[in-house]
């Protein structure tokens, strides 16, 4: 029998559908040409190092893919950097913990999160985008999986980092104080954050890319920032670009800021103004812990346009590309416009 209540039902979901297709935003992919290809962009002072590693692959016409892998692996190799891979600072218990993630054109992902004694967290996170049917590996499990892919088990902890770890614990109270260890990351400067994001397009246009860190150093045992999250400290959308983050992980997790960022150039932001809505976003939601903490955003359009916006002062990019392999540009922040 017809069941006209079931049918008026069914007219009022499929208006309401009509309404929203005709009425909500267009979603479009940015269609202009892009100059400047291949680029690549990314975090802090040694993502100029980063970058020209990445470019090799690059300049050769290879996939932003492998340019983002190998060029993180330079700051994570690096000892005198105690915020990204091998000698990183520890967390509270001293132990090394690291979180990275890989996305590539495809929207292909893997990632690790507080992993133990692997100095190349973004190698293991692209093997588990490859080899496994799973996004996100941590702890043990992912230790685990790296040394079956033939990774070496290694001490991660320094002399250099166990000592900066016990003159903390002298001083330190035992309670998970956003930021306050990152103002001991080099002497002098009161935000510092240094996960390393990078992005980059191909000689093809197509987008990657990668994000690695220690995290907070001597952050609580098991603690996992933004950098390892997906939609969080990176995300890639082939179709409309790439965002990563860095700073206080918490609050880039709560606005789920890199995938806002990209959702943002779809709608027709800049770069720059997409990484400006999701720091003021951070800072509307939370305007007393925003005074106090660092997070920086950086993106990349399909065009190749960059840009970025930070909390605070003192957040820089590196950008490389044919005509400039070691360009570093202080990123604009809510703070030094305000004052
Ligand atoms: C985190 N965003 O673990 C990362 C690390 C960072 O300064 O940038 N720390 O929250």
């Known amino acids: 029998m017809y069941d006209r209540r079931k049918f008026l039902k069914l007219t009022a979901v499929t208006a309401s559908l009509t309404a929203i297709s005709k009425y909500a935003p267009a979603m479009p992919a940015i269609k202009a040409a892009a100059k400047n290809l291949p680029i690549v962009i990314s975090t802090w002072d040694f993502g100029v190092a980063a970058n020209k590693e990445a470019w090799k692959t690059l300049e050769k016409g290879g996939r932003a893919l492998d340019a983002v892998e190998a060029g993180v692996k330079i700051p994570e190799a690096d000892m005198n950097n105690h915020t990204v891979g091998r000698a990183g600072y520890p967390d509270r218990d001293g132990k090394v913990t690291l ?18 004694n692997i100095a ?30 033939g990774f070496k088990k290694e001490k991660l902890l320094t002399p250099e980092s166990y000592t900066a770890w016990q003159k903390w614990l002298k001083t330190a109270k035992y309670s998970p104080v956003l930021n306050i260890e990152n103002k001991q990351h080099r002497p002098g400067s009161k935000y510092n954050h240094d996960t390393i994001g990078m992005l980059a ?17 001597f952050k609580l045992h098991g603690r996992v920032g933004d950098s390892p999250i997906i939609g969080a400290g990176l995300y890639v959308d082939n179709e409309v670009g790439g965002a990563t983050s860095t700073g206080v992980g918490e609050e880039v ?23 400006k809505e999701a720091v003021n976003r951070i800072i509307k939601k939370k305007p007393e812990t925003a005074k106090e903490i660092q997070v920086g955003f950086l993106a990349i359009n399909k065009k190749g346009e960059y840009g970025a916006y930070a909390i605070q002062e003192g957040f820089s990019f590196a950008v490389c590309d044919e005509k400039q392999q070691d360009l570093l540009i202080p990123g604009k922040s809510f703070y030094k416009e305000k004052k």
């Open 253 to 275: 997790i709560r606005n789920v800021g890199s995938f806002l960022v990209v959702e943002l150039m779809r709608q027709g932001y800049s770069p720059e103004d997409a990484c």
């Open 120 to 149: 190349h967290p973004i190698s293991v996170a692209r093997l588990v985008m490859e080899k496994t049917p799973h996004v996100m590996l941590v702890g043990d499990g992912a230790t685990q999986f790296a040394v079956e892919q």
């Open 99 to 116: 979180d990275a993630c890989i996305m590539d054109e495809f929207g292909n992902c893997g990632s690790v999160a507080a992993m133990e």
């Open 201 to 217: 397009i191909d000689a093809k246009g197509n987008i990657s890319g990668a994000c690695t860190t220690s995290g907070m150093a």
